[in-house]
């Protein structure tokens, strides 16, 4: 059964290539990355949860230091 790389277009045949349809552990690992890349994009809030928020306390507190301004 003959196929092709969904990475590299190579053509791929099941008989030989052990990572059919991929040509290569390389290209199976490239599209396995897509999908984890995918999934690290989704989490990567969950893991910098604590620094954007930081960042968002700070940003009210400039805000707030500006309003201060207006009035005075
Ligand atoms: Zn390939």
């Given at each position: 059964m003959k196929h092709k790389c969904?990475?590299?277009?190579t053509v791929t045949d099941s008989e030989v290539h052990k990572d059919f349809p991929f040509c290569s552990e390389r290209c199976r690992g490239q599209d396995l990355g897509n999908w984890a890349s995918e999934k690290y994009v989704v989490s990567e809030p969950i893991f910098g949860e604590e620094e954007p928020a930081e960042g968002e306390r700070k940003t009210i507190l400039l805000d707030l230091d500006k309003s201060d301004d207006h009035e005075s």
């Open positions: 969904p990475i590299c277009k």
